[in-house]
């Protein structure tokens, strides 16, 4: 067996403690003589995994007693609709689009309101984040929206905007879990879980309570209303259930780390070696603001299409796997989630010298 450092956007690496434990429970979960793949979700063994998965993360985000926490399924996107179909009480959002997830989120709320665009980076190929310290917000809007990790691009937003007392909705796919967070400062805050967690198939949205009503837009759909996942506590049809147990893991993984002040630490010192090299390199560059960088995903380029591809193939045979960066920006890009070591990073960065060396 022969593992790489797997720099993937996502899915993406995962804890090796984590898999070695799902392998060893594999066949025979806790005695139950089966794998937790094979169980009934209305069992009393699953009941217990997804419990403790809850309480886990209700832990490690602090997360207040009036928001509830939802296990759900259709990714990301299915919560593009599902937003505005139980908030758009107005008919009315405000969207900052920085990045192709927040412009299609923006585009998907469109078909359901009025889905303001009140600020945007595309003008810089969403190189930056926008000031949002004075946005001009509709009075009736019913939410601001933003993409808070910019998995594509690689920015951050390191300062939330104001949202001039409007309730802040969050994607945090690729960022979930890498730093501690105040949840109140937001009404949802979703992600899907491929990026920083676990397994594809599963979206966790955190919701405040009073958001989650029977006043949805006419003709949402039953699974998209949040209020029949709430009432069922995730459970009301079949969920991603092996995904939730993974997910568990983790969660479990991320507390005997340290929890989130501690990953936010690792993750600051893992970033800080590649953007040290990048700042300093006569051959690559980051394509970013300096001040809006991610601590999760970071491209950069060498200015040509050709030493970026042999870069990418090179790098491969060093077990420095899915660098290519995203269709739309080209050049690379290094995913540098929670579970990619320390190691993985510094081998990263011995190879782009080396290669460097080579080439200029
Ligand atoms: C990957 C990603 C999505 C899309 O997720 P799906 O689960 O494939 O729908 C949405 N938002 C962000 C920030 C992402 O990184």
Redesign the pocket.
Same mark, same amino acid.
């Given at each position: 067996m022969s593992r790489v450092y797997n720099f993937s956007a +996502?899915p993406a690496v995962l804890p090796e403690e984590v898999l070695l434990e799902a392998q060893a429970e594999m066949l025979d979960y806790h005695g139950s003589g089966m794998s937790v793949m094979e169980m009934s979700h209305r069992g009393k063994v699953f009941d217990g995994i997804i419990k403790e998965a809850e309480k886990d993360l209700r832990e490690l985000m602090n997360i207040p007693d009036n928001y509830k926490v939802l296990f759900l399924q259709g +990714?990301? $996107?299915s919560q593009f609709s599902a937003i505005p179909m139980n908030m758009m009480k107005h008919g009315k959002a405000a969207y900052i689009v920085t990045g192709q $997830?927040a412009k299609k989120a923006w585009q998907e709320a469109g078909r359901y309101g009025d889905a303001v665009k009140v600020a945007s980076s595309e003008d810089r190929t969403f190189s930056y984040i926008p000031d949002c310290s004075d946005l001009d917000i509709p009075e009736d809007a019913d939410y601001v929206y933003i993409?808070e990790?910019n998995?594509i691009y690689g920015t951050k937003f390191w300062e939330l905007p104001n949202t001039k007392g409007h309730d802040l909705v969050a994607?945090v !796919? !690729?960022c979930f879990l890498s730093e501690p967070v105040d949840v109140s400062k937001y009404a949802v805050i979703y992600g +899907?879980v491929?990026?920083n967690i676990g397994p594809a198939g599963v979206v966790i949205a955190i919701i405040r309570e009073d958001l989650i009503t029977d006043d949805v837009l006419p003709g949402t759909p039953t699974m998209l209303k949040w209020k029949t996942q709430a009432d069922n506590d995730s459970l009301f049809n079949t969920p991603p259930a092996y995904g939730i147990y993974i997910c568990g893991k983790v969660f479990k993984w991320l507390k005997a780390q340290g929890g989130l002040a501690a990953m936010k630490e690792r993750n600051e010192r893992k970033a800080k070696i590649l953007y040290d090299f990048l700042d300093q390199s006569r051959l690559f560059k980051g394509t970013v603001e300096k001040k809006d960088r991610s601590l999760m995903n970071v491209p950069f380029v060498t200015g040509d299409k050709e030493l970026d591809a042999l870069f990418v193939k090179e790098a491969e045979k060093e077990g420095l796997v899915s660098l290519k960066g995203h269709r739309s920006v080209g050049g690379m890009r290094a995913s540098i989630y929670n579970a990619m070591p320390e190691e993985g990073v510094v081998k990263l960065v011995d190879f782009m010298r080396r290669f460097e060396e080579a080439h200029s």
């Open positions: +996502g +990714g990301a $996107w $997830w993409c990790n998995t994607d !796919s !690729s +899907g491929q990026k």
